[in-house]
């Protein structure tokens, strides 16, 4: 079945407290996505990746780190997280392969951060 | 600057009964639209996407969707709304190569 996993979906840590949220494709698409959600915000993004060791940062980066050394994973790093990033977040991915840059974009099931 | 203004938080319909999701984008090209719903747990579904042509768009679930240049709308319908439709919904525009713009959402909720 094609899709997006996230892991963990539910994490509650502390300030500071380094953390990573993997995200994994198994569908061989070249691009990928990190979003947050927070109430009346919508989604916003944080860092994408065009394929392998090319990433770019989205709207909200700061805070965040990411990494693509496979094309089927792309992890997200809050290496001293604050309570601001409580927040909830979701792992995307889409095929580059026609160069459109209109291809649908699938989510995974999202993660539930919550930072003390 | 390119934006989409869902200006609903919540809608509450009975069931059986008829829905209508607005959407209003800012944009200064030809929009790409989309709609998502996402359901309580779940990640992001596409329900329909607009890029050219027909102005009514047919989406998965029974969703439509109408694109109206004249009044920069792309509002969501479904004629009659079943309980497992509660969820939110999320319309979004394509800004850039691949680059999605979210609206805030409307949560729709469905009364027996």
């Known amino acids: 079945e094609a899709q997006v996993t996230q892991n963990p979906r539910y994490l509650i840590t502390v300030t500071g407290k380094k953390l990573t949220v993997t995200c994994s494709q198994n569908?061989?698409?070249?691009?990928m996505s990190w979003y947050r959600q927070d109430p009346g915000l919508g989604l916003r993004q944080i860092y994408y990746s065009m394929n392998v060791e090319v990433t770019d940062k989205g709207d909200v980066p700061e805070g965040y780190k990411v990494s693509r050394k496979e094309k089927r994973n792309f992890p997200l790093i809050l290496e001293s997280p604050s309570p601001n990033q409580t927040s909830l977040y979701f792992c995307a991915s889409s095929s580059l392969l026609r160069g459109s840059g209109r291809e649908t974009q699938y989510f995974g099931p999202g993660t539930r951060l919550l930072v003390l | 600057a390119q934006s989409v203004t869902q200006p609903d938080i919540h809608i509450t319909v009975s069931e059986g009964a008829s829905l209508e999701l607005r959407c209003n984008y800012s944009y200064g090209a030809t929009p790409y639209l989309f709609w998502y719903v996402q359901s309580p747990g779940q990640g992001l579904q596409l329900l329909l996407k607009?890029?050219?042509?027909?102005?009514l768009v047919q989406g998965i679930k029974g969703f439509e969707a109408e694109f109206k240049r004249s009044q920069s709308s792309f509002n969501l319908r479904k004629p009659s709304v079943h309980w497992s439709d509660a969820a939110e919904y999320f319309c979004a525009i394509l800004t850039g190569f691949q680059k999605l713009v979210f609206g805030t959402g409307t949560r729709l909720l469905v009364s027996p």
């Open positions: 569908m061989n698409h070249e691009y």
């Open positions: 607009y890029f050219s042509g027909d102005t």
